[in-house]
């Protein structure tokens, strides 16, 4: 079975750290673009970051950029988002999904496969 799992969520206060993972398992991460998304409650979900199948492009939304960090692990089969100076608005349920295309922008690139989400919570 074909599946994504997020792991390394939970509590932080603002200008914590989080590194959030992005493992799978039936398939391999290499042969896809990765990208994290977000949804916090009562809001649309959002692009965050996206990693392209090679690594070597990445793009991050404007309120990520200088904080947030994308990169992959071919021998871990494994995509992270490494979360610096968190706030409290980055405060979400997150998700990674796979796509053949690295994009961010809602509705520019189809994802074929999304992991079930990991809460990530800044707050003091």
């Known amino acids: 079975q074909l599946q994504l799992v997020e792991s390394g969520g939970g509590l932080v206060q603002p200008g914590g750290s989080l590194r959030l993972s992005c493992a799978a398992s039936?398939?391999?991460?290499?042969?896809?673009?990765i990208g994290w998304f977000r949804q916090a409650p009562g809001k649309e979900r959002e692009g965050v970051s996206c990693?392209?199948?090679?690594?070597?492009?990445?793009n991050y939304a404007d309120s990520v950029k200088g904080r947030f960090t994308i990169s992959r692990n071919s021998a871990k089969n494994t995509v992270y988002l490494q979360m610096n100076s968190l706030k409290p608005e980055d405060t979400a349920v997150y998700y990674c999904?796979?796509?053949?295309?690295?994009?961010?922008?809602?509705?520019?690139?189809?994802?074929?496969?999304w992991g079930q989400g990991t809460q990530v919570t800044v707050s003091s």
């Open positions: 990693i392209s199948r090679s690594g070597g492009t990445t």
């Open positions: 999904a796979a796509s053949l295309i690295c994009g961010i922008v809602a509705g520019s690139t189809p994802y074929y496969y």
């Open positions: 039936g398939f391999t991460l290499d042969y896809y673009a």
